[in-house]
């Protein structure tokens, strides 16, 4: 499975077959994020709207993304 390439919105309901994750530092309130992998795209929604909306980032992308979480000083929660 791969995603659209005509640039239309891709929500979690298009994704039936993805396996998603959660953080294992994430709480049960309900304020969190998963993540999957398709192909070579990481792909980043809403927990508690699994069918909404899904972000899509190239590798080098995520990689930044996970670099500026990291050195981030007020060690968000």
Same mark, same amino acid.
């Given at each position: 499975?791969?995603?659209?390439?005509?640039?239309?919105?891709?929500?979690?309901?298009?994704?039936? /077959?993805?396996?998603?994750?959660?953080?294992?530092?994430?709480?049960?309130?309900?304020?969190?994020?998963?993540?999957?992998?398709?192909?070579?795209?990481?792909?980043?929604?809403?927990?508690?709207?699994?069918?909404?909306?899904?972000?899509?980032?190239?590798?080098?992308?995520?990689?930044?993304?996970?670099?500026?979480?990291?050195?981030?000083?007020?060690?968000? /929660?």
């Amino acid at each position: 499975m791969t995603l659209p390439r005509d640039n239309r919105h891709v929500t979690g309901a298009d994704l039936p /077959h993805v396996r998603w994750r959660k953080s294992t530092h994430s709480n049960n309130g309900g304020s969190c994020v998963e993540a999957a992998t398709l192909g070579r795209a990481y792909l980043v929604r809403d927990s508690k709207d699994p069918n909404g909306p899904v972000l899509a980032l190239a590798c080098s992308d995520w990689a930044s993304f996970l670099d500026a979480l990291k050195s981030d000083p007020l060690k968000h /929660h």
